[in-house]
C-alpha cells in the first residue's frame, strides 16, 4: 500500500452562543490521505478564532505532504520521524506542531481502518468509556450565563465544569467562582484556568483566594514556556496544578515531569504532534502517577483517553454544529462512549466541505 494523494482544506465554523463571546468561529484544516488500495484517513487540526489556518494548510501543503507521497501508510512512526525531523530550520511547535498532528491523525484513521480496529483498541484499550466535564465559563460571559452554561452541563449528566478566571482583580474572579459554587451546589465539583493571565505571584496569590473552593484543578496559572515558574506555582499553592495545552512535545512534558509543575497533564491531540506523541505523553505521565485529561477536542481525545490507564477526563466543549461531522459522540450520563467504528470514528458530514469552506 502506497500513500498516492493528500487533500488539504480549511474550513469556517461558527460558535454558537455563548461561546462566540470568546471566540466568533474556529478554523479547521482537515487532510484526507488517499493510497493505492484501502480505506482512505481523515485528519484535522483546529486553530481556535480562525488564527493561522492558513499558515497551518501552507506548512502541510509545502513542506509535510511531500515527505509522506509514495510510502506505507502503515509506517506510522517512521512517517511521524520524518516530518518531525523534516525541517531542521522549524521546531515542531506552534503551527508546524498543528500541521503534523493533521497528518499523523489521518495516518491512523487510515491504520485503523485497514485493520478493522477502533484505535483505542488497536492501541490497546482500558475502557470505552469516559467521564466528561463540561468546559468555557469565559470572562466576557455576564453571570447569568457562565451559570446558565453550566447547568446545561450538569444537564446531560457532567459531575465537573471548569471556568476561566481572567479578571485582573482576583477579588472578582473569587466572587466568580463563589456564586458559581452556591448556584451549582456540592454535586458539581469546578476547576478553574488561568490561561497563562498571571506571573508567579499572581497565581499563588489568586490560588490563596480560591483555596476554600475544593477545586479539582489550577490550570495553566503562568506562560506555558516557562516550567520553571509553574513549578514555583505548583509547590507553593494548596490547589493542583494543571498544565499541557500549550506544550507540544514528549520533551517539553518530561520537563513538566522532573519539575514536578502539575498533577493534571493537558496535552491537545490536535496541537502536539497527533497521536503519535500524545501516546507517549500519556505513557510517560503514567511512569510518574499522573492523570493525563486531554485538552479538547473531545471527539480526537476519546481514543487515546480508552487506551491508557492514567486517562482522566474529556474536556466537553459544545460548540460542533451538527451538520459538521459523522459519528460525533454524545455525552450521556455524564460520559463519553468511545466509538467502536474503525479508526478514530470520525467523516465529515456529507455537503459541510462545500457549507463550511473558508
Known amino acids: 500500500m502506497k500513500i498516492v494523494a493528500i487533500d488539504t482544506l480549511q474550513l469556517r465554523v461558527p460558535t454558537p452562543h455563548p461561546i462566540r463571546l470568546a471566540f466568533p468561529e ?52 517512521r512517517l511521524w520521524e520524518r516530518m518531525y525531523r523534516g525541517d531542521r530550520g522549524v521546531r515542531r511547535v506552534g503551527l508546524a506542531g498543528y500541521a503534523v498532528a493533521a497528518l499523523d491523525i489521518a495516518l491512523w484513521d487510515l491504520v485503523g ?59 472578582v474572579n473569587r466572587r466568580r467562582v463563589e456564586t458559581l459554587r452556591k448556584a451549582l451546589g456540592e454535586q458539581v465539583r469546578i476547576m478553574v484556568d488561568v490561561n497563562q493571565k498571571c ?82 505523553i500519556g505513557h510517560l505521565a503514567g511512569a510518574h502517577q499522573i492523570a493525563v485529561t486531554p485538552h479538547t477536542p473531545h471527539e480526537l481525545s476519546l481514543p487515546v483517553l480508552g487506551a491508557l490507564s492514567n486517562g482522566f477526563l474529556a474536556e466537553y466543549i459544545d460548540w460542533v454544529p451538527a451538520d459538521l461531522f459523522e459519528g460525533m459522540p454524545l455525552c450521556e450520563g455524564g460520559c463519553f462512549h468511545i466509538p467502536d467504528r474503525p479508526g478514530h470514528g470520525i467523516a465529515l458530514a456529507s455537503g459541510a466541505d462545500k457549507k463550511y469552506r473558508a
Open 113 to 171: 481502518k485497514a485493520a478493522g480496529l477502533p484505535l483505542h483498541k488497536l492501541w490497546g484499550a482500558v475502557s470505552d468509556r469516559i467521564p466528561a466535564y463540561g468546559s468555557g465559563g469565559y470572562p466576557m460571559y455576564p453571570i447569568e450565563e457562565l451559570i446558565a452554561e453550566a447547568q446545561r452541563y450538569v444537564a446531560v449528566g457532567c459531575r465537573y465544569y471548569k471556568m476561566k478566571i481572567h479578571d485582573p482583580d482576583p477579588q
Open 199 to 280: 506571573d508567579v505571584l499572581g497565581a499563588i496569590r489568586q490560588a490563596e483566594l480560591l483555596q476554600e473552593f475544593d477545586l479539582v484543578w489550577y490550570e495553566e496559572p503562568v506562560l506555558a514556556d516557562d516550567i520553571a515558574a509553574c513549578a514555583e506555582v505548583a509547590h507553593a499553592i494548596r490547589i493542583p496544578v494543571a498544565t499541557g495545552e500549550n506544550n507540544y512535545t514528549r520533551f517539553e512534558f518530561r520537563e513538566i515531569l522532573e519539575r514536578k509543575a502539575a498533577r493534571y497533564l493537558m496535552p491537545d491531540v490536535c496541537r502536539g504532534n497527533g497521536f503519535s506523541e500524545t501516546l507517549k
Open 26 to 77: 474556529n478554523r479547521l484544516v482537515a487532510v484526507t490521505i488517499r493510497a493505492d488500495d484501502g480505506p482512505t484517513g481523515f485528519g484535522y487540526t483546529i486553530a481556535f478564532g480562525g488564527g493561522g489556518g492558513e499558515a497551518i494548510q501552507s506548512y502541510i501543503e509545502t513542506r509535510l505532504k511531500p515527505l509522506l507521497l509514495g510510502e506505507d501508510p502503515h509506517f506510522v512512526e
